[in-house]
């Protein structure tokens, strides 16, 4: 059952019901082993961070810096900085200086909580640029420290400011003093366009967040959630939460890059993700499949059209399968899913919440038809996540992003434009006035920017009203769509989209290198250099039927009519990226005008 706790006393009240029970399972910075924090452990660090920071005499409403990876100094921070009624501001630990001096000083924020070398570099340097900064303190103690920094603190000895709690009589009356009004992070969006923005999230829009998600996604006390996308993402960071708040485990994996490998020491039941995770999934179990033999082959064909019948045709419409099809199911879904879910690390899978980005309808088909039970949603950071997404036990359609989550209303304006009300959107943007006026209608609508419709209480996307591209024959593209199509392919890593003001539409291809490779090696195609493998005329042709394959459901003008394979991806240091891997595309657009305007010689 939910505890609709505030956020200042949640982990206590918690470990009240749950004492040692384990709550958090941990990897310290370095380490390979895997430890556990009951919620006990969990509750008294979380009172010496607050009694710590009121040491340090933190304000109520002040604003704290995290700049960091995931890890359980995070979690501590987080909500320690909630029961002293302070607002934490959290950074990607893959921003720049740039960024990170541009965000320290439009919060105007005195104390920094840094993750590994990397972080402690990037503040230590900025620091004479911000004349608020006060203290860096450093969550990895193996982070050397410059021998000319004084403000520098490790988070054991910050801890040891609140060991014996002496400021617990004051944290007290702050929690009492809490309220659903205060200010409970800014998140700067990263930003495809221009300059970052701070979303303002209140306590109570974390409220009304959780109460609404409990009635649609039945996370539980049962459940071991582990956490793929950094907390800095508020899909993360909410669902996060909203898991704490069930009573679930929560599994911290630090590193992006070796979630799989965390998967399958730790055999979670739920996590969020982004949708190009389930594509990585979908291409390489087509790519075993592809290697079995012919019999093999046969089997998983036919498995996956039973799984799909029973997933897609039956369960997600709500209907009863017919005995034979549920039992020649069961059979398969112990046997061959299973096998495919063991290597996943997924033994015991129970939800895995999807959303920032288009889903595509054949990576949502086959991940149902598995055996997992991926729920599409749509969401912003100022609508607190959720605004969308599969009510488990309710029908659902492939291709939507779910339906409206309760107290949220949902109005499509001009342009088939999403506009959004209710008590988990933001009340606007830090500091930023001019922008607040223009993000809100007069009946207090927020703009989303994104074009969508509604359809038997479903809410479809349709495209990002910013990212349409029109042709210089008067066409629009969604190139976003025509991504998602191509994303698929195993040989394909990253694609951009080029059609704006163009007369036919053209692509930026990253190929899948180690694939590629292999498939020139198979075929007796020599190359010394990723930019002669690129240019290799029986590679162009293999990538163009390929190409034509994945897109031939389009219109004529959505097609690519011709592309560029690129020897090297789309980077967040080279500003195409944000970070949270979303494409900068004028940045990528003017990094590749050589490129794209050969594609449009005649």
Same mark, same amino acid.
């Given at each position: #059952?939910?505890?609709?706790?505030?956020?200042?006393?949640?982990?206590?009240?918690?470990?009240?019901?749950?004492?040692?029970?384990?709550?958090?399972?941990?990897?310290?910075?370095?380490?390979?082993?895997?430890?556990?924090?009951?919620?006990?452990?969990?509750?008294?660090?979380?009172?010496?961070?607050?009694?710590?920071?009121?040491?340090?005499? &933190?304000?109520?409403?002040?604003?704290?810096?995290?700049?960091?990876?995931?890890?359980?100094?995070?979690?501590?921070?987080?909500?320690?900085?909630?029961?002293?009624?302070?607002?934490?501001?959290?950074?990607?630990?893959?921003?720049?200086?740039?960024?990170?001096?541009?965000?320290?000083?439009?919060?105007?924020?005195?104390?920094?909580?840094?993750?590994?070398?990397?972080?402690?570099?990037?503040?230590?340097?900025?620091?004479?640029? $911000?004349?608020?900064?006060?203290?860096?303190?450093?969550?990895?103690?193996?982070?050397?420290?410059?021998?000319? @920094?004084?403000?520098?603190?490790?988070?054991?000895?910050?801890?040891?400011? +609140?060991?014996?709690?002496?400021?617990?009589?004051?944290?007290?009356?702050?929690?009492?003093?809490?309220?659903?009004?205060?200010? $409970?992070?800014?998140?700067?969006?990263?930003?495809?366009?221009?300059?970052?923005?701070?979303? #303002?999230?209140?306590?109570?829009?974390?409220?009304?967040?959780?109460?609404?998600?409990?009635?649609?996604?039945?996370?539980?006390?049962?459940?071991?959630?582990? $956490?793929?996308?950094?907390?800095?993402?508020?899909?993360?960071?909410?669902?996060?939460?909203?898991?704490?708040?069930?009573?679930?485990?929560?599994?911290?994996?630090?590193? %992006?890059?070796?979630?799989?490998?965390?998967?399958?020491?730790?055999? %979670?039941?739920?996590?969020?993700?982004?949708?190009?995770?389930?594509?990585?999934?979908?291409?390489?179990?087509?790519?075993?499949?592809?290697?079995?033999?012919?019999?093999?082959?046969? &089997?998983?064909?036919?498995?996956?059209?039973?799984?799909?019948?029973?997933?897609?045709?039956?369960?997600?419409?709500?209907?009863?399968? %017919?005995?034979?099809?549920?039992?020649?199911?069961?059979?398969?879904?112990?046997?061959?899913?299973?096998?495919?879910?063991?290597?996943?690390?997924?033994?015991?899978?129970?939800?895995?919440?999807?959303?920032?980005?288009?889903?595509?309808? /054949?990576?949502?088909?086959?991940?149902?038809?598995?055996?997992?039970? #991926?729920?599409?949603?749509? +969401?912003?950071?100022?609508?607190?996540?959720?605004?969308?997404?599969?009510?488990?036990?309710?029908?659902?359609?492939?291709?939507?992003?779910?339906?409206?989550?309760?107290?949220?209303?949902?109005?499509?304006?001009?342009?088939?434009?999403?506009?959004?009300?209710?008590?988990?959107?933001?009340?606007?943007?830090?500091?930023?006035?001019?922008?607040?006026?223009?993000?809100?209608?007069?009946?207090?609508?927020?703009?989303?920017?994104?074009? *969508?419709?509604?359809?038997? *209480?479903?809410?479809?996307?349709?495209?990002?009203?910013? @990212?349409?591209?029109?042709?210089?024959?008067?066409?629009?593209?969604?190139?976003?769509?025509?991504?998602?199509?191509?994303?698929?392919?195993?040989?394909?890593?990253?694609?951009?989209?080029?059609?704006?003001?163009?007369?036919?539409?053209?692509?930026?291809?990253?190929?899948?290198?180690?694939?590629?490779?292999?498939?020139?090696?198979?075929?007796?195609?020599?190359?010394?250099?990723? /930019?002669?493998? $690129?240019?290799? %005329?029986?590679?162009?042709?293999?990538?163009?039927?390929?190409?034509? #394959?994945?897109?031939?459901?389009?219109?004529?003008?959505?097609?690519?009519?011709?592309?560029?394979?690129?020897?090297?991806?789309?980077?967040? /240091?080279?500003?195409?990226?944000?970070?949270?891997?979303?494409?900068?595309?004028?940045?990528?657009?003017?990094?590749?005008?050589?490129?794209?305007?050969?594609?449009?010689?005649?």
């Amino acid at each position: #059952m939910q505890n609709r706790s505030h956020l200042s006393v949640l982990i206590h009240e918690q470990a009240k019901k749950y004492g040692n029970k384990p709550a958090l399972t941990f990897r310290s910075f370095g380490s390979l082993k895997w430890k556990t924090v009951s919620w006990n452990q969990f509750s008294l660090r979380v009172k010496q961070v607050s009694n710590a920071m009121l040491n340090l005499g &933190i304000k109520s409403q002040e604003n704290i810096g995290v700049f960091s990876q995931n890890c359980i100094q995070y979690l501590y921070t987080d909500f320690g900085s909630y029961g002293i009624r302070a607002c934490t501001v959290p950074f990607y630990a893959t921003s720049s200086e740039q960024q990170i001096q541009y965000m320290v000083n439009d919060a105007q924020i005195r104390f920094i909580f840094v993750g590994e070398q990397e972080q402690y570099d990037k503040a230590h340097r900025i620091f004479p640029l $911000c004349p608020t900064l006060e203290r860096v303190i450093i969550f990895d103690d193996s982070v050397r420290i410059s021998s000319h @920094d004084p403000n520098a603190l490790y988070f054991e000895d910050f801890l040891k400011l +609140g060991e014996d709690l002496p400021r617990q009589t004051e944290l007290e009356k702050r929690w009492k003093e809490a309220n659903n009004d205060d200010l $409970c992070n800014i998140l700067y969006t990263s930003g495809t366009t221009g300059e970052s923005k701070g979303v #303002m999230l209140t306590y109570g829009q974390y409220g009304a967040a959780f109460v609404a998600n409990d009635e649609c996604v039945p996370v539980g006390e049962k459940d071991r959630v582990i $956490c793929f996308l950094p907390f800095t993402h508020i899909f993360e960071r909410a669902w996060a939460i909203l898991c704490l708040s069930e009573g679930a485990q929560l599994i911290i994996n630090t590193y %992006p890059n070796e979630i799989q490998n965390s998967m399958r020491e730790t055999n %979670p039941t739920c996590m969020s993700s982004v949708p190009r995770f389930w594509e990585k999934v979908y291409q390489a179990v087509n790519e075993n499949i592809d290697k079995s033999s012919a019999i093999q082959q046969k &089997i998983f064909r036919h498995a996956l059209a039973v799984g799909r019948k029973y997933n897609i045709e039956y369960v997600s419409r709500c209907k009863r399968p %017919p005995l034979s099809l549920a039992l020649e199911y069961k059979m398969l879904n112990s046997t061959v899913f299973k096998l495919v879910r063991k290597e996943l690390g997924l033994l015991h899978p129970h939800i895995f919440p999807t959303a920032g980005a288009y889903v595509s309808p /054949e990576v949502e088909e086959f991940i149902h038809a598995i055996g997992i039970n #991926m729920v599409v949603g749509y +969401g912003l950071t100022e609508s607190l996540a959720t605004v969308s997404c599969d009510h488990v036990g309710e029908r659902f359609s492939i291709g939507s992003a779910g339906r409206p989550i309760s107290g949220i209303e949902i109005k499509i304006g001009e342009n088939n434009e999403i506009l959004l009300k209710g008590p988990t959107i933001t009340k606007g943007y830090y500091k930023r006035d001019q922008l607040n006026a223009q993000a809100f209608d007069k009946d207090g609508f927020f703009h989303t920017g994104d074009a *969508g419709y509604l359809e038997n *209480g479903e809410l479809f996307l349709k495209e990002r009203i910013k @990212d349409l591209f029109k042709t210089s024959n008067g066409k629009y593209i969604a190139p976003q769509m025509i991504e998602s199509l191509l994303l698929v392919d195993k040989y394909v890593d990253q694609v951009a989209i080029v059609a704006d003001q163009h007369k036919f539409v053209s692509a930026l291809i990253v190929p899948e290198f180690r694939l590629l490779e292999e498939w020139a090696r198979d075929n007796n195609i020599s190359f010394t250099s990723r /930019e002669e493998l $690129c240019e290799n %005329p029986k590679v162009l042709a293999m990538m163009t039927d390929r190409v034509n #394959m994945l897109l031939q459901g389009l219109t004529h003008y959505e097609k690519v009519k011709r592309f560029t394979l690129l020897p090297h991806h789309f980077t967040m /240091e080279s500003g195409e990226l944000t970070n949270t891997l979303k494409m900068r595309r004028p940045v990528i657009y003017k990094n590749y005008k050589d490129v794209i305007d050969k594609m449009y010689e005649d």
